[in-house]
């Protein structure tokens, strides 16, 4: 005699037969998209030899998802955050000065809101990539906490617009990353 329940009908291996709600967006799948040898004209500048690659940019919700790739070593920035960061570093090694914790290649990082710190990457580390999930802005800050300068899905979208148009891909192919 079997204790397992059969499967209720509910739960047959048939697609969903209705229509999605109205207004619904598309998924979003993009292939291949921890392929860190693509095409290098996906990755967009950022700042000399720093640049990102957009994977989801929700101008609705405020948001964006993207793989930052830095090929220096030392500060890369100084910033608050608005809203809650998780980053989950793919190769190479990263940290913040005002931490003692240590974002290390197949390792996840939570930063709250309001935290505000250093980006450093060390000596050594010949290229440093980590996904990011960022809600809210970047505000960079000096070292007294003075804002210098702002980064959100805006400027991120600008950004991919003009080397996108750039590098022949045309303006509107970062479209596909909008939701």
């Keep these: 005699m ?46 000399p030899d720093v640049t990102f690659r957009p994977l989801l940019l929700s ?3 405020g948001y964006f998802v993207n793989i930052l790739r830095v090929r220096k070593t030392g500060i890369l920035s100084r910033h608050r955050h608005a809203g809650p960061v998780h980053a989950t570093t793919l ?32 000596d050594g580390v010949e290229e440093m990539v ?6 809210g802005a970047y505000i960079y800050v000096d070292p007294d906490g003075n804002p210098v300068g702002v980064e959100d899905v805006f400027t991120k979208l600008e950004a991919a617009r003009k ?12 479209d596909q990353f909008i939701r």
Excluded: N
Aim: aromatic letters at 14%; glycine letters at 8%.
């Design 2 to 47: 079997s204790t397992t329940p059969e499967r209720p009908q509910y739960d047959a291996e048939v697609p969903y037969r209705g229509e999605q709600p109205y207004g619904m967006l598309e998924d979003l799948v993009i292939p291949q998209a921890l392929d860190l040898d693509c095409d290098e004209r996906l990755w967009v500048p950022q700042a």
């Design 59 to 61: 101008v609705s919700q």
């Design 91 to 122: 190769k190479g090694r990263w940290h913040y000065l005002e931490h003692d914790w240590w974002a290390e290649e197949g390792s996840y990082a939570f930063e709250p809101p309001g935290d505000i710190h250093t980006l450093h990457v060390p």
């Design 130 to 135: 980590t996904l990011f999930h960022v809600t």
């Design 163 to 174: 080397h996108y148009a750039a590098v022949g891909l045309g303006a509107d192919y970062v």
